[in-house]
């Protein structure tokens, strides 16, 4: 049953109306703001930043060898993007000598403010080839030319570090072509060239693995090789003494 409205019902709403026409809300400004880009927008990023933002989200990273200059926007950018990402407990890392751009999660111990999506973990022979990719990578480095690496260099690194009691030829050659794939398809740390067997090495494989030392990637690789091989995974870390990778988007969450 209904209540009938009163007439103190009717001088409450008479005074709302009065105090919304005393005190009207503020119109959108289009030149601070932006101009509303759907029914109920509160947002105040033009459409190109948020463009951007979502692009930084889906990752794994931006270049500025892409055709759309999302890279070239987010460096322009990079203070508006900064305050957004923190609220997320992101950290907008630009590497402006390599031109690329990437997400990381920020460190802290508080509940809820870890990732949004854990990065899948990168198998024992997968994490070496990477190790790998970068000392070629960065034996290129000023010389002006693409660092490249073929599928038989893969199968080469990868015979150097497997059991040959679990794995014959054919399974070797099966783990570098599951390698390949990942990396291309989901970090895009390969990226094709004209060859079918021939892929240059992402610039931005330091910012996955932050080493400030060759010697470090060396020590590393060789304390792989000495583990035991199971389990088959290792854990991400972030730290200059024992990185896998950095967090990296794998997919199309935030990292």
Known sequence: MTETPTAEDFDNELEEQDELEEYPQPARDVLIDGPELFPGDTGTLPLKLRQALIRLLRGPYLDANSSDNVYNTVVDNQEQLRVRLSELFLELVVDEDHKVALLRPVEMAEPHTTALQRQR????????????????????????????????????????????????????????????????????LL??????????????????????????????????????????????????????????????EPA
Do not use: F
Not at 206 to 227: C, F, K, Q, R, V
């Open 121 to 188: 973990e990168m198998t024992r022979e997968e994490t070496l080839l990477l190790l790998r990719m970068r000392l070629v990578l960065d034996r290129h480095s000023g010389t002006g030319n693409e660092a490249t690496i073929a599928r038989q260099d893969i199968i080469d690194v990868l015979e150097q570090y497997v059991d040959p009691q679990a794995h014959d030829a054919k399974g070797v050659e099966d783990l570098a072509d599951a390698a390949i794939r990942k990396l291309v398809t989901e970090r895009r």
């Open 191 to 252: 990226l094709p060239t004209e060859l079918d067997d021939v892929w240059v090495i992402s610039n931005a494989l330091p910012l996955a693995l932050p080493y400030e030392h060759i010697g470090d990637i060396i020590t590393y690789m060789n304390s792989l090789t000495e583990a035991p091989a199971e389990p088959d995974t290792v854990e991400n870390a972030e730290t200059a003494d024992a990185p896998v990778e950095a967090e990296l988007n794998d997919g199309e």
